[in-house]
């Protein structure tokens, strides 16, 4: 295996890799950082992991200043090796769980929001980012193509997963993915670095510009105004500014539902945010 140079936790894997199975497994290395989870971790049945996760939190445990130089052939040995520990350190530490990784199509997001703006990188304006975008494609594709050749291939996802019972834990960057949320019988965002477990009621903090503080549901019109930071662009200041003052003027909560969303915005006499609605939403 080639050797990239990076930090890794106690779980010898990437950092925040490593970090977000400690937290699940309430063995965050900072007792005062340990997340209060919603759910004890032999309630989760199947940790699912995407591949390009997998990928970004490599990428970002490697010093910045060798990021640009990294090694993608050698990348991809690291995370193989990876995939091989993530199962058997679980097991050590006493889960009875499943991990199954998988890698879902970047192209379904556009087929399911037509009409939402979606983030371009320029290679001439953010080279480092360009150069991400390369890493992480040939990395975790390369990975999966490995991968499928093993006793237990990945899940491949095109446009939604299979249903599936239990409790899920869904290690992934991309808040796109949480809207599969129907086809799980529970489904909880698991977060690199902090470890946190979040239900669906704390999803709303996945919106970009969005913090704990704001009252905003997570559902597929919030997500295509106020963007993702990954792979959807905001819309307008204007639309956002009129989106929150319905959110506050209608006392809106984190799980107030897609319903009152339409009704309240349509009774909210502001022509430019209902057009808005409309067009994201056809």
Do not use: C
Request: aromatic content about 10%; glycine content about 4%; proline content about 7%.
């Amino acid at each position: 295996m080639n050797i990239i140079e990076r930090d890794v936790g106690t779980i010898p894997v990437s950092m925040g890799t490593s970090l977000s199975l400690e937290g699940m497994m309430g063995v965050y290395p900072d007792p005062a950082r340990q997340p209060k989870q919603p759910v004890k971790p032999n309630a989760i049945g199947e940790v699912w992991i995407n591949l390009r996760t997998l990928a970004r939190n490599m990428y970002n445990a490697v010093p910045t200043a060798a990021q640009s130089s990294l090694n993608l052939a050698g990348a991809v040995d690291v995370l193989e090796e990876e995939v091989k520990v993530i199962p058997v350190a679980l097991a050590q530490m006493g889960w009875k769980g499943k991990v199954k990784f998988y890698m879902a199509s970047k192209d379904a997001i556009k087929w399911s929001y037509p009409h939402a703006n979606f983030k371009d990188t320029d290679p001439k304006k953010a080279p480092k980012q360009a150069f991400y975008d390369t890493y992480e494609r040939y990395v975790s594709i390369e990975l999966y193509k490995r991968l499928m050749d093993s006793e237990d291939p990945p899940l491949t996802i095109d446009s939604k997963p299979p249903s599936t019972q239990g409790t899920v834990a869904l290690l992934t960057h991309f808040p796109t993915e949480l809207m599969w949320k129907p086809q799980f019988t529970r489904l909880l965002l698991l977060e690199s670095h902090t470890g946190k477990l979040k239900a669906w009621n704390m999803w709303y903090t996945k919106l970009n510009g969005i913090d704990e503080a704001t009252m905003m549901p997570f559902n597929e019109y919030t997500l295509q105004v106020f963007g993702d930071s990954v792979v959807l662009a905001p819309q307008s200041i204007s639309i956002k500014k009129a989106l929150k003052e319905v959110a506050i003027n209608k006392k809106w909560t984190s799980i107030v539902s897609i319903a009152k969303v339409h009704y309240d915005i349509m009774d909210s006499k502001n022509k430019d945010l209902i057009a808005n609605y409309k067009q994201l939403m056809k």
